[in-house]
């Protein structure tokens, strides 16, 4: 059966919402995959497990953003080129990201197992947690490569445009996990040692299940094992499109980072509450980034087909169906964050934290529609560097700044501190909007007929 879908001809809305389900369906159950370390640890370890948890998977999750902007270079090349009609350089461009990622596997597993005690400290870990957090950064860090891989299989996958192949390897990773989790924290009493064991199992047999059924399948393009190869002009090229997305999505990532060493001095509460919340905004901003993806990909192969109008209709289309859910999920968590929370654990302190911290998470879901979409139009049309830009005005001179400021009174609750991501996004908004008011001013200037023409 095809799965490959070709964005340059034909409807948009239905074949974008189409494209979007699959991605839609794999961010959930990425997030599912996430959220049941955290679920099981609640359930049956402790205070201190939980705390460990939570803020060793933020920095997997700032780790794996790094890889999955150097991805979207990968997904945005191969897009462009098949769009282009060029199958066996889209081959090639494969080739030189699978080198590419090995070296880069290579570095982040020897940095981070060796330094794994830094980082907890780094990050303020609660005595308390100390140790449980130091456990789960190493042990997830020895398995970086089944993260790079997994990430560089979906995003070749999502260039070619099928969204179905990453949904089916996450789905094997979520099943793994979630029995992996029962087994090792709930049957062993492994705690976050368990949490991060199954992390790492999971993401091995999803990737290897995931090799095995791309070696049984047509591929639009052309490879052969001779592709795997260093190319410096096309990796050249993966890095100028997929560095900017990644230090971007770092910037976020370390502006998350440091407001929540900055929860962490507050003490252990905080610490599990903010860790709760931040496992759930990953449901709640679901809709947003499935489309941020897929945007990317469907404007990409217009692009490079040299069809700019239709990538436009594509991004209203984002923008609308992203924000009719966000109404929705603001209001759940603005009004029901305690019920979501007391999904994750059960002491009344650490639900009521993480629910204040849900409230500010509500005002941002109106926002992030517009936000997420416009991120990955200018991923689609190559403008990565302002991408980059606008994460790194967003971060560090809105986000962070904010957090800090709201946290210095001796009484500041973990809304006040929350509301520096709203603020964030709305100035990222501006800049995204004036970028594209002044791209259409540009392209209305050169379609004007000349005097001469007249």
Known sequence: ???????????????????????LLALLLQAMYGAVDLWVVGRFAEAADISGVATGSQIMHTLTGIVTGLAMGVTIQVGQLIGEGRPERAGKAIGAG????????AVFTALFVWRAGGVAS?????????????????????????????????AVFRGIGDSVMPLLTVALACVVNIGADLLLVWGLGWGAKGAAWATVLAQAVSVLISLFLIRRRRLPFTFDRSYIAWDWPLTRRILRLGTPISLQDLL??????????????????FSAGLG?????????MLVPAAYMQSMS???????????????????????LISFATGIFMGWLAFFH????????????????????????YGIDCLLTPFLFCFIGYYNGCGRTM????????????????????????EAATLFQIGLATPCSTVVQILLCLGLFLVLRRRKDRELRPTAAEV
């Open 1 to 23: 059966m095809k799965q490959e879908a070709n964005f340059t001809s034909g409807g948009i809305f239905l074949p974008l919402i189409r494209f979007s389900l699959p991605v």
């Open 98 to 105: 699978v080198v590419m990622f090995a070296i880069l596997a």
């Open 122 to 154: 780094l990050m303020r870990a609660p005595q308390e947690a100390f140790d449980q957090t130091t456990a789960y950064i190493r042990i997830c860090s020895a398995g970086f490569v089944f993260i790079i891989a997994y990430n560089l299989l979906g």
């Open 252 to 269: 976020v990532g370390l502006s998350f980072l440091l407001i929540l060493a900055i929860v962490n001095a507050k003490g252990l509460i």
């Open 276 to 284: 709760v919340a931040e496992k759930l905004c990953a449901f709640i």
């Open 297 to 319: 990909a469907f404007v990409a192969q217009n692009i490079g087909a040299r069809k700019p109008e239709r990538a436009n209709k594509a991004l209203r289309y984002g923008i």
């Open 337 to 360: 964050g305690d019920a979501l929370a007391g999904i994750f654990c059960y002491e009344p302190e650490i639900k009521a934290a993480a629910f204040d911290y849900l409230k500010a």
């Open 386 to 409: 302002f991408v980059m830009i606008q994460g790194l005005v967003g971060a560090f001179g809105v986000r962070i700044p904010l957090a800090w400021l709201f946290s210095r009174p």
